[in-house]
């Protein structure tokens, strides 16, 4: 087995098989990486595109098929004790992780007319606390000296503002801070940290009426898919990104806002 095959992947917030985390899961899985998937489907349930209570567990058996050993857990990310859950649980199953992709993410629409503490908390606790404790969990325990990964999923708030978007895109701005500083204070132990952007990606939330007004604003002439963004992450996981770290990459397709 190469040194890729040997190497376990971390991927949170992977409940819906249309989503960003399944589509990141498939393409590292492909590329020879065990796979361990975290999911939390009482946010989704409560979310207009719903998720498929089997959703998870097929997805488990497809990654399966392409020859890796494959893990998973149903994790809320907002309790205190969800780092230690998670890698103790990684470790035990498949062995200390090499890369966490820091996938999960709370979003729901407001503006400051209707914005509550409770709704900005709620973004705060799995967009930056979640995010930021689980990357210094990893790195805490991670001993290999090379090859540690960390990315981070952003969505471009500083290339522009995002209205009825506010706690959301105030917490996804603070990832993009985050992932510079971490950057900083873990290179010594051999990780690099990064963050994607995807730009608008059509994960199942999309009306037709979106993509209509959207398609537009992409050169390309078609909206942002799942599999875009993780065929970015695989490269920034892979050896070959070595010497990228601290970076918030634009993966948008020359999305024009």
Same mark, same amino acid.
């Given at each position: 087995m190469s040194q890729m095959k040997e190497k376990i992947a971390i991927i949170t917030g992977v409940s819906r098989l249309k989503g960003i985390g399944a589509a990141i899961c498939k393409e590292l899985a492909e590329a020879g990486y065990h796979i361990f998937f975290t999911y939390w489907t009482e946010y989704d349930k409560q979310m207009p595109w719903s998720v498929n +209570?089997?959703?998870?567990?097929?997805?488990?058996?497809?990654?399966?098929?392409?020859?890796?050993?494959?893990?998973?857990?149903?994790?809320?990310?907002?309790?205190?004790?969800?780092?230690?859950?998670?890698? &103790?649980?990684? /470790?035990?199953?498949?062995?200390?992780?090499?890369?966490?992709?820091?996938?999960?993410?709370?979003?729901?629409?407001?503006?400051?007319?209707?914005?509550?503490?409770?709704?900005?908390?709620?973004?705060?606790?799995?967009?930056?606390?979640?995010?930021?404790?689980? +990357?210094?969990?990893?790195?805490?325990?991670?001993?290999?000296?090379?090859?540690?990964?960390?990315? &981070?999923?952003? /969505?471009?708030?500083?290339?522009?503002?995002?209205?009825?978007?506010?706690?959301?895109?105030?917490?996804?701005g603070a990832v993009d801070a985050l992932t510079i500083t971490l950057a900083a204070e873990i290179a010594d132990l051999g990780i690099t940290v990064n963050a994607v952007n995807p730009g608008p990606t059509d994960t199942g939330w999309m009306t037709d009426d979106t993509k209509d007004k959207l398609k537009p604003m992409f050169p390309f002439g078609r909206i942002g898919e799942p599999r875009d963004v993780a065929k970015a992450i695989k490269f920034l996981v892979s050896d070959d990104a070595d010497w990228v770290t601290g970076q918030i990459i634009h993966s948008e397709g020359g999305f024009r806002r």
């Open positions: +209570s089997e959703e998870q567990m097929k997805l488990k058996e497809e990654l399966l098929k392409r020859g890796v050993k494959v893990s998973c857990m149903e994790l809320d990310l907002t309790q205190d004790d969800a780092p230690d859950k998670l890698m &103790n649980k990684v /470790s035990e199953r498949l062995g200390y992780p090499d890369i966490l992709i820091n996938n999960a993410a709370f979003s729901t629409n407001n503006d400051y007319s209707n914005l509550t503490a409770d709704e900005l908390d709620k973004h705060y606790l799995v967009n930056v606390r979640a995010t930021t404790l689980l +990357s210094s969990k990893f790195a805490q325990g991670f001993d290999k000296k090379h090859g540690g990964r960390i990315v &981070n999923i952003t /969505s471009g708030q500083f290339r522009g503002p995002m209205p009825g978007e506010l706690a959301y895109a105030t917490t996804k």
